[in-house]
């Protein structure tokens, strides 16, 4: 199993970078995918999720209205529009896959597979 996400730079406040993630060894379609990000010095904290089928979606309050979550099941790959950073988005992105049902997005234990990370830097 492999999720692979890519995509990260650095970027002057008020860009946008665009995020993706290639999942491969799972039946990408039963899984919930979610992107989580960490800041050096901070926990790991949830950004976005979207549901199997990609007609749910769930976000953290800090990035309601910027970011946007999204996944092509017949490419097994999940993305994440990000809009309008802020130096506070800086952090490592990780994308990772949980399956049947959860009760808590936000509960890394939750999640099976995780990716490598993917390093964004917005520069005021």
């Known amino acids: 199993v492999q999720l692979q996400a890519s995509g990260g730079g650095l970027v002057q406040a008020g860009g946008s970078l665009s995020l993706s993630c290639a999942a491969s060894?799972?039946?990408?379609?039963?899984?919930?995918m979610t992107w989580f990000r960490q800041a050096p010095g901070k926990e790991r904290e949830f950004v976005a999720a979207?549901?199997?089928?990609?007609?749910?979606?769930y976000y953290a309050d800090s990035v309601k209205g910027r970011f946007t979550i999204s996944r092509d099941n017949t490419k097994n790959m999940l993305y994440l529009q990000m809009n309008s950073l802020s130096p506070e988005d800086t952090a490592a992105y990780y994308c990772?896959?949980?399956?049947?049902?959860?009760?808590?997005?936000?509960?890394?234990?939750?999640?099976?597979?995780w990716g490598q990370g993917t390093q964004v830097t917005v520069s005021s």
């Open positions: 060894g799972i039946t990408f379609r039963d899984y919930i």
């Open positions: 990772a896959a949980a399956s049947g049902t959860i009760s808590n997005l936000r509960n890394l234990s939750a999640y099976t597979y």
């Open positions: 979207v549901s199997w089928s990609g007609k749910n979606t």
